[in-house]
């Protein structure tokens, strides 16, 4: 546990050099320390598009969750707590090779040179990297699932997109789990804030389909779920589906 000491003081020097935190994300810290700080560990290097630190967006999700779940009569104290866990962790697995340990970074660093001076191959190159961002992938794993348990693990792991099926086919296949699915359209939620119909875009001429990104893609995800469930997931209360409706322009 030498190495969650070490991640939990990063988090709270980190904390002493800001005053950016509302009164809601300081109780998440304080409720769900361990899962804080090992996100803003696995995310520390990382921003987003609009340039704020990216460990922002897991802890948005993770206080969607709590305005719409914690006082939820369905669910479970347990349940809650493993909601805002998962909320918390769902991008470090997917997003490791983004922020690579230093060990890591310094194969980064001559395999980039050896680049540059043409003495491997782009092939080669490639290849390495994608070695790399795999180690990287394995020790978040191994750290997830030492520090926050496996059935932590099993479902950040179950919230990483295989690229071997379309959006559609992801979203659709965790809708039936309580946690899986409000922990994505939590996000899904999230990221609305930072993205909109494109221009050409209108009901009349709307069409899905795999090549979609952004603001569709969520968009088309979200039909589809309507389209298997008959309206909105069972575990998703009626105020979250009408904020998603409202970001995505569904009736």
């Given amino acids: 546990m030498l190495k969650m000491f070490h991640i939990m003081n990063?988090?709270?020097?980190?904390?002493?050099?800001?005053?950016?935190?509302?009164?809601?994300?300081?109780?998440?810290?304080?409720?769900?320390?361990?899962?804080?700080?090992?996100?803003?560990?696995?995310?520390?290097?990382q921003t987003r598009r609009s340039g704020s630190a990216f460990v922002?967006?897991?802890k948005a999700v993770a206080m969607i969750i709590k305005r719409f779940y914690e006082n939820d009569p369905n669910?479970?104290?347990d349940e809650f707590k493993q909601?805002?866990?998962?909320?918390?962790?769902?991008?470090?697995?997917?997003?490791?090779?983004?922020?690579?340990?230093?060990?890591?970074?310094?194969?980064?660093?001559?395999?980039?040179?050896?680049?540059?001076?043409?003495?491997?191959?782009?092939?080669?190159?490639?290849?390495?990297?994608?070695?790399?961002?795999?180690?990287?992938?394995?020790?978040?794993?191994?750290?997830?699932?030492?520090?926050?348990g496996l059935n932590t693990l099993s479902d950040v792991q179950s919230l990483s997109h295989d690229e071997g099926i379309s959006y559609n086919q992801y979203v659709s296949s965790?809708?039936?789990?309580?946690?899986?699915?409000r922990v994505k359209l939590s996000d899904?939620?999230?990221?609305?804030?930072?993205?909109?119909?494109?221009?050409?875009?209108?009901?009349?001429?709307?069409?899905?389909?795999?090549?979609?990104?952004?603001w569709e893609k969520y968009r088309c995800a979200l039909l589809s779920l309507i389209d298997i469930h008959g309206g909105k997931p069972g575990p998703i209360v009626d105020a979250h589906w009408n904020e998603l409706k409202n970001a995505f322009n569904i009736d």
């Avoid at 996100?39 to 290097?45: C, E, F, G, I, P």
């Avoid at 290849?127 to 030492?146: F, P």
């Avoid at 875009?201 to 979609?212: F, G, P, V």
């Fill in 10 to 45: 990063e988090w709270r020097n980190f904390v002493k050099e800001t005053d950016e935190y509302g009164q809601a994300q300081e109780e998440i810290e304080a409720s769900h320390p361990e899962a804080t700080a090992t996100a803003h560990h696995y995310h520390r290097k």
């Fill in 56 to 58: 922002e967006h897991p």
């Fill in 75 to 77: 669910v479970s104290k």
């Fill in 83 to 148: 909601m805002m866990s998962v909320a918390l962790l769902h991008d470090t697995i997917e997003d490791a090779h983004k922020n690579l340990p230093d060990d890591l970074q310094r194969s980064k660093d001559k395999l980039d040179a050896l680049l540059i001076q043409k003495k491997i191959s782009q092939s080669s190159y490639d290849t390495r990297m994608d070695q790399i961002g795999e180690d990287a992938r394995l020790r978040v794993i191994h750290d997830i699932a030492g520090f926050h």
């Fill in 174 to 181: 965790i809708s039936d789990d309580s946690i899986l699915i």
């Fill in 188 to 214: 899904m939620l999230h990221n609305s804030r930072d993205l909109s119909a494109p221009n050409t875009w209108s009901k009349e001429a709307d069409s899905c389909n795999d090549s979609l990104r952004g």
